[in-house]
Nanobody
Framework: QVQLQESGPGLVKPSQTLSLTCTVS??????????WSWIRQPPGKHLEWMGA???????YYSPSLKSRTSISRDTSKNQFTLQLTSVTPEDTAVYYC???????????WGQGTQVTVSS
């Protein structure tokens, strides 16, 4: 059973960088053909895919967030990390990490972590 757990600060000040880590257990982030995604849901809005890192290490980003988003990984810790720069209150959301596959979509999700952007 694959499990994902998000961690990071729950409060970030405007203009700062949001950093979240997803720790994966029960499966490797280098397993063939899986993407490891970051998805968020602002209050009252739909889920928004932010980006992903492929098992090869290649990264993919939402065009609307690409200029501010970076996803990296630490294979020794089986973790992948999201960084979102220059945050504003509009970046307030529940942030999820998930395992993603081209054919089946996101099949395992973290529980989500609330991040609030406020001074």
């Amino acid at each position: 059973q694959v499990q994902l757990q998000e961690s990071g600060p729950g409060l970030v000040k405007p203009s700062q960088t949001l950093s979240l880590t997803c720790t994966v257990s029960g499966g490797s982030i280098t397993t063939n053909y899986y993407y490891w995604s970051w998805i968020r849901q602002p209050p009252g809005k739909h889920l928004e895919w932010m980006g992903a890192i492929f098992y090869t290490g290649s990264t993919y980003y939402s065009p609307s967030l690409k200029s501010r988003t970076s996803i990296s990984r630490d294979t020794s810790k089986n973790q992948f990390t999201l960084q979102l720069t220059s945050v504003t209150p509009e970046d307030t959301a529940v942030y999820y990490c998930a395992r993603d596959h081209e054919l089946v979509g996101c099949d395992y999700w973290g529980q989500g972590t609330q991040v609030t952007v406020s001074s």
